[in-house]
Structure formats: structure tokens, C-alpha cells
């Protein structure tokens, strides 16, 4: 039983011009111990033989039969699990990687099959020696001879240990003593297998061939045997293992840096289009979680409830009360102090300015009044995390007579700002009798107040409150009983006013926090104390770290007030036209991601293209379509997440030292990274797969082939 047996095997080749015939009605036997030269001028068809029969190329008539097995019937997998069990190839033009040292090419052809990995190294260093290569065996083949690197093929195709060696003019390009080399190689490795060589010289070959085929014009015009050899008559299936994943890992990491040029320029280009994707996904994403529609629900707080006024409360800040009622405790203060990792400030009640009333805030700078709008209050803590955005002055403010203000205001510092507060203030006062249980204020009833809150004292110790009484004096006969009133022991009254004062800060800082108008007021003269208190104010580093800090505050045992509280409930209300807005925001996203796809997968396509050759190599040798598939796309997962990591560090590199980039980064979550990685990995990883299929399309043959017009 033949181990090749060709019956009427015919190959056409399609061209503009028409169709031209490679080989016609071909029926041939090929078995072990053969030694068989196929001669005949160029064109005759001996390479078409030599790659139909080794499973390079496809044949459109006829019927091949390996081991008495028909292949008509094969895909491209069989084909794949045919070449790498039986076939081991010597080109002419040498087919190696040009970018893997002699020890490599060899080594590669060891892992494909998945050679006991411990007896590897081994076993490529005797074979590199066998070729007399071991003193070069670290340098790359593209600095090699030609007789050089035909013998590292050679040591290659050996590695495979398969039974059938093809060689296509594989002393074509060489010198004489080159060419004598690698025939005298040959001849070693021809005992135990079946050798095909294709000549133009058969005397380099005629006194070791055991068989002679001539062809013309596609057809076999001459088959003589030459030497008698003893044929193996009896199937041999050669076992090989396939390459296991850690092996198609590390072959992946390897083809990287073996081309270190088209690495670096590989990742800087996704570096650069992950930077430019990554920021205008953060504004985007930023955009798209902050919409807010101007839409009044009604929804602000009175303060003789809160104690305290929201409206400058800066999107780094919370106010936190008990829903109690009562005051804090240590455990409060712990608890509070703990959540997100402890990225944030808590003091003692609030902020001052919280519990009033700004208006008219206003300063002169140049000669000129400004009165800004939109501001908010923040405390300095906020600045101590990126002190590096201080543009003039310190960041020490040392009392609570100086600030530190937003580059959003025209002001130098030492210059001072101007704000009128106004706030509630409540007194408490003695009375004079007048006479017949009239009362009045002692020595104010002239001063307007909002409200008088009356306190009478009986004998007994008991006390009558008459709240909301809006005059300064009081006749106590209109509210007490007539038998009550000879009790009396005297009588307090508790006022509330508004009252406005005019205060000036001194400015000690300017600060770029990207315009975004807000005074900074003194971190160290707010530090919190242990103590009960009645409210807490919390201020984070970022207003992204605020809100997550928010949503980690227990709802149930806290009554948190937050500036973006009120959006949210806004947002919950009008749900559905939020999500319209949403999703315009991320179709540009997607969008965006689209165009910088496109411009990624142009690059990529015309360095994957540059590659062809590599890859029609390692199908020769036997790499198969699922394992070659993993190691592209291994390679772009590689070059993946080295480009995010890097584009990752520039842009916190970046961020440090420019306010801008440093808000933007703020916006990105750890589900925004994840996002960002995943976005970039399905699109290299879709890429591979294009990759993968336009080079399984079509053959081995047509792959070189293409590979060597692009390239002259």
C-alpha cells in the first residue's frame, strides 16, 4: 500500500488572462525510503506536484489518496492535521522567519507539535549542531548566508521528525559548496523516510536519487527508478500532540518581540487612539451623568428643619444629620470617618457659612467691581490633594478671614472678596413688669425682631410658653387663667431676627480648578472633634469620590443633603427622557469608537499583511488554524493591555500636572475602565478574527505568493 498514491490529479490556475493548467491527469506512487527527483524546465509543473502532493496547495480533478485515505473530502483542518503529521518542507526561497534567531525557527518547529517540553532545548541544539549551525545558533536569520539558513530549514524540517521531507529547488539560490551541504544533509535524512525533491540540476542529486520523474507542460514524461529501495508496506500514523495554550502564549509573546520596531510603533499608535478615546469618552460619559433639565419640583429645604442653606454647597460636599434627631455619637464619627476607604474629611456641624444666607458677593480687582455667579463653598481639603494646581499663593490659610479662590475670578492675591451674609440669630432677654401682667422687652422694644417666643415662670416652678407672639410687649391676660396669674415669678423672651453683616476675605490662593467658581475656605480651622455634635459636614477629594461616598451612607439611620440629591430625584422622575438623552450620548461613543476603529484597522491591516509570509511559515510547518488564530489574537491582546497601561500612566502623568485632565479623569470609574479595556480588546480581538479568515481563505501557496508581491 502506497503512502501517496496520486490517481488523474489535474490543477488549473485562474488569472486575468484565462485559466492555465499546472498539471494534467498526474497518477503517481510515492512511499517510504524513496529517494525521488523531480526534474523538468520551468513551467513544466514539478512545483505544482510538489505542493499538491504535500498539501500546500489544492487540486481540482482527480483523487489523492494519503495512506489509502481519499482527501477529495478534506477542509482546510485536514489538511492542516495531514501537513503537520507527515510533511516537513525545504524552499527555495528558504521560508524562514527572518525575525527569529536559527535556535528559534528550530524551536518552533518542536512546539507545533508540542515536543516534551523539558527535551526541547535539546533536542533543537542537536539538530542545530547536526546542520553545523550551533555557533550561530543565537543569531537572526535575516543576517544569515543562504546556505545558512537552508540549513536551519533543513534542522527545522527534521525537528518535525515526520516521515516525508519535500524539497522545492532547495539548492536554487546557493553556491556550490552550499548546495553540496545541504544534498549531502539530505541524503542523511533520506534512509528512513520518503524525500521529494524538485531540481533544475538533477546531477546534484543522481547518485543518491532512487527515482526519477521528468515533467512537460503539466504531464509526466519520464518515471524511472533508479536504485531499488525496500519499501515499507504498512500504514504508519505518525502521533503529534497539539500545541497547548501556555505554548501558543508564549509563541505569541515571542513574534512581538522578535519585530521590537513594529511593537513600539504598534502600541504607540493604540496608545495614542486609546488617550484621544479615553478622554472624549470621559467628557461624554461626564456629559451624559450630568444632565440636568431646569425643571423646579419645589424640592428646597427649609431651614429651621435643616439648621443649615444648601445652595453653595460645592459638589465635594454633604451635610449629614441623624434622622433622629439626635446628636452624634464617637460611633457616628467612626462609622462616617471609615466609608470609602476613608477619602474624605468630616467636621464638627457645619461649615458656618452653610447655616446662612449669601448675598451680593462681589471684588474689586484693576479698578474694576465683579459680582460672579454660581459660586459654591468647598474647604481646602480639597485642595491638599492636588496641591500641584496652586497657580499663586499657599494653600495655608491660617484663619477663617482668608480664602482661597477658583481661577474662574479676575482677582491677585492679597485682594479681598466681599460677601453679605445674612442668617438668623436668636437672643434670649429678661422683661420688665409694667403693671397689670404687662410685659415688654428689656431695653430693645424699639429693635425689630421676626418672632418673640415668651417664657412665663410660675412659683411652683412650671412654665408656660407662648410661642410666635410678634410684638415687644405682651399683656400675659390673654393667655394665662385669671387664677394662674398671681403665681407668676417672672417672665424671659426668646427673639429671632435676620441679621446681615458685610464680612472680607482676605485671598491667600488662586487655585485652577478649572473655572469652576468656587471659594475655598480654611481646612485646619474646621478640623472635627469627637464630640456630639448635631450635624456633620463631609468634604471629598473629587466630586466623583462624593458621590460614591453618598451611596455607601446608610439612608436608613442618616438624612444625607447632597447638591446632586435633588438632580437625582429629577432624574428618577423624568427616567425615560433621560434615557433618550443617554443614548444619544453613548451612539456618539459608539460612533467615535467606530472612526478610531477604522483608523486603527488600516494600520493594522497593512502590518498584518506585512506578516503573511510569517504566518503561511507557520501553516507549512503545521500550525493549525485554531492555534494560529489564538496567537493573533493572543498578540493583540498583548499589545492590548500593554497600549492601555501605558495610555493609563501618561494620562495620570498628565493629569497631575493639568487641572483639566485631572477633572476629567476624576469621571472614570472602575466600571469605566473595564469598559475602556473591554471596548479596545473586542476590537483587536475582532480584527484577528478578519485576519484569521481572509489567511485560511485561501492556500499556503497563494498566501507566499501574495506575500512576495507585496513585498517587491
Not at 473595564?674 to 480584527?687: C, D, G, P, Q, R
Request: with cysteine; proline share 2%.
Amino acid at each position: 500500500m502506497p503512502l501517496i498514491k496520486l490517481d488523474n490529479i489535474s490543477k488549473f490556475y485562474k488569472s486575468g488572462e484565462g485559466v492555465s493548467v499546472g498539471m494534467q491527469k498526474v497518477s503517481l506512487e510515492f512511499n517510504y525510503g524513496e529517494f525521488i527527483a523531480i526534474t523538468g524546465e520551468s513551467g513544466s509543473g514539478k512545483s505544482t506536484l510538489l505542493n499538491v502532493i504535500s498539501g500546500l496547495d489544492t487540486y481540482e480533478d482527480g483523487e489523492l489518496y494519503i495512506n489509502d485515505e481519499e482527501t477529495s473530502h478534506f477542509i482546510v483542518k485536514d489538511w492542516e492535521n495531514y501537513r503537520s503529521k507527515y510533511i516537513g518542507f525545504i524552499f527555495q526561497s528558504y521560508n524562514i522567519i527572518d525575525s527569529y534567531t536559527v535556535y528559534e525557527n528550530v524551536m518552533l518547529a518542536l512546539e507545533v507539535q508540542n515536543y516534551p517540553r523539558k527535551l526541547r532545548k535539546k533536542r533543537a541544539l542537536e539538530l542545530i549542531e547536526k546542520v553545523g549551525l550551533l555557533s550561530h545558533k543565537n543569531h537572526k536569520a535575516s543576517k544569515l548566508s543562504g546556505g545558512q539558513k537552508q540549513r536551519t530549514v533543513i534542522a527545522r524540517a527534521l525537528a518535525k521528525d515526520c516521515p516525508i521531507i519535500v524539497a522545492d529547488e532547495p539548492t536554487g539560490n546557493l553556491d556550490s559548496e552550499s548546495s553540496k551541504q545541504v544534498i549531502n544533509l539530505l541524503r542523511e535524512i533520506s534512509k528512513d523516510k520518503l524525500v521529494i525533491i524538485v531540481t533544475h540540476d538533477y546531477d546534484q542529486v543522481k547518485d543518491i536519487a532512487t527515482r526519477k520523474i521528468k515533467m512537460h507542460d503539466g504531464q509526466i514524461v519520464e518515471d524511472k527508478l533508479i536504485k531499488e529501495t525496500r519499501l515499507v508496506d504498512k500504514k504508519i500514523e505518525p502521533k503529534i500532540e497539539p500545541m497547548t495554550l501556555p505554548t501558543v502564549m508564549k509563541f505569541a509573546l515571542r513574534n512581538l518581540l522578535s519585530k521590537p520596531k513594529l511593537l513600539i510603533f504598534f502600541t504607540a499608535l493604540q496608545v495614542m487612539i486609546i488617550l484621544v478615546f479615553t478622554i472624549t469618552y470621559s467628557n461624554v460619559m461626564h456629559s451624559a451623568r450630568n444632565i440636568n433639565i431646569g425643571f423646579d419640583l419645589g424640592l428646597s429645604f427649609s431651614q429651621p428643619y435643616y439648621d443649615f442653606n444648601k445652595n453653595y454647597m460645592s459638589d465635594n460636599r454633604m451635610n449629614i444629620l441623624r434622622k433622629d434627631g439626635k446628636d452624634f455619637t464617637t460611633a457616628d464619627y467612626e462609622y462616617l470617618s471609615n466609608l470609602n476607604g476613608g477619602d474624605h474629611y468630616i467636621y464638627k456641624d457645619v461649615i458656618s457659612i452653610d447655616s446662612e444666607i449669601v448675598y451680593n458677593i462681589s471684588y474689586e480687582s484693576n479698578g474694576r467691581y465683579y459680582y460672579p455667579s454660581g459660586i459654591k463653598f468647598d474647604t481646602s481639603y480639597h485642595i491638599e490633594h492636588n496641591p500641584q494646581f496652586l497657580i499663586d499663593g499657599s494653600f495655608n490659610i491660617e484663619n477663617m478671614n482668608q480664602v482661597i479662590v477658583s481661577n474662574a475670578f479676575d482677582i491677585q492675591v492679597g485682594e479681598h472678596v466681599s460677601m453679605y451674609h445674612q442668617a438668623y440669630v436668636t437672643m434670649v432677654f429678661d422683661s420688665i413688669h409694667e403693671g397689670n401682667y404687662i410685659y415688654t422687652i428689656t431695653g430693645n422694644n424699639k429693635e425689630y425682631f421676626d418672632s418673640y417666643t415668651y417664657d412665663v415662670y410660675f412659683l411652683d416652678e412650671s412654665v408656660f410658653t407662648i410661642p410666635n407672639y410678634f410684638d415687644g410687649t405682651i399683656d400675659l391676660t390673654n393667655f394665662i387663667a385669671t387664677d394662674k396669674l398671681p403665681m407668676i415669678d417672672y417672665v424671659k423672651i426668646t427673639t429671632t431676627e435676620w441679621k446681615g453683616e458685610d464680612r472680607l476675605y482676605e485671598v491667600v490662593g488662586i487655585y485652577n480648578d478649572a473655572n469652576r467658581n468656587v471659594i475655598y475656605f480654611s481646612h485646619d480651622d474646621l478640623i472635627p472633634t469627637t464630640s456630639s455634635s448635631n450635624t456633620f459636614s463631609l468634604s471629598a477629594s473629587n466630586n466623583v469620590t462624593a458621590k460614591r461616598l453618598f451611596n455607601s451612607i446608610d439612608k436608613s439611620e442618616y438624612r444625607v443633603i447632597f447638591p446632586n440629591e435633588e438632580a437625582d430625584i429629577v432624574k428618577k422622575i423624568l427616567a425615560p427622557l433621560y434615557f433618550l438623552f443617554s443614548l444619544l450620548f453613548y451612539s456618539f461613543i459608539y460612533l467615535f469608537a467606530l472612526f478610531l476603529y477604522f483608523i486603527l484597522y488600516s494600520v493594522m491591516k497593512n502590518v498584518m499583511n506585512s506578516r503573511k509570509k510569517d504566518f503561511a511559515i507557520f501553516r507549512s510547518i503545521g500550525t493549525n488554524e485554531g492555534k494560529l488564530g489564538l496567537l493573533v489574537i493572543f498578540e493583540q491582546l498583548y499589545m492590548v493591555l500593554i497600549a492601555f497601561i501605558i495610555a493609563m500612566i501618561t494620562l495620570n502623568i498628565i493629569s497631575y500636572y493639568d487641572y483639566s485632565m485631572n477633572v476629567i479623569l476624576e469621571q472614570i470609574t472602575i466600571i469605566d475602565y473595564i469598559v475602556l479595556l473591554l471596548t479596545f480588546t473586542y476590537l483587536s480581538f475582532w480584527l484577528a478574527r478578519r485576519f484569521n479568515k481572509k489567511t485560511f481563505r485561501i492556500s499556503i501557496i497563494e498566501n507566499l505568493t501574495e506575500s512576495r508581491e507585496e513585498t517587491i
